[in-house]
């Protein structure tokens, strides 16, 4: 049940289209009991774990596109430049910018030598 909310979780692009409400009378439980469960068996929240989709979805779509920032943010569901790149720096240790600078820098020092 917890790993089908997962997949149900991952399969929505837009971020308001995430839903725990949503969820729980399709899997039969109340929201607060899939909260809890879910936290309970995946280590982390419903929220936590939405975020981190979000965000490992825009860290690939900086390394592998040259879409811009705005872009990128509004493809994975997070309107807000500011929570955007305070969220990004809190996991990845750095601003998206910085981030994409640095890996397409390591890649190309790579192909060079």
Same mark, same amino acid.
């Given at each position: 049940?917890?790993?089908?909310?997962?997949?149900?979780?991952?399969?929505?692009?837009?971020?308001?289209?995430?839903?725990?409400?949503?969820?729980?009378?399709?899997?039969?439980?109340?929201? #607060?009991?899939?909260?809890?469960? $879910? /936290?309970?068996?995946? *280590?982390? %929240?419903?929220?936590? +774990?939405? &975020?981190?989709?979000?965000?490992?979805?825009?860290?690939?779509?900086?390394?592998?596109?040259?879409?811009?920032?705005?872009?990128?943010?509004?493809?994975?569901?997070?309107?807000?430049? #500011?929570?955007?790149?305070?969220? $990004? /720096?809190?996991?990845? *240790?750095? %601003?998206?910018?910085? +981030?994409? &600078?640095?890996?397409?820098?390591?890649?190309?020092?790579?192909?060079?030598?």
């Amino acid at each position: 049940m917890i790993e089908g909310s997962r997949s149900f979780f991952r399969s929505f692009k837009d971020a308001q289209e995430m839903r725990a409400a949503e969820l729980a009378p399709i899997v039969g439980l109340s929201t #607060s009991r899939l909260h809890h469960l $879910f /936290k309970l068996q995946v *280590g982390v %929240s419903i929220g936590t +774990y939405v &975020k981190k989709i979000q965000l490992e979805r825009a860290r690939k779509l900086l390394l592998t596109t040259h879409r811009s920032l705005k872009e990128i943010r509004n493809e994975v569901g997070i309107a807000d430049a #500011s929570n955007f790149v305070r969220h $990004f /720096k809190e996991w990845f *240790g750095l %601003s998206p910018s910085a +981030y994409r &600078k640095q890996q397409k820098s390591r890649i190309d020092q790579e192909k060079a030598g």
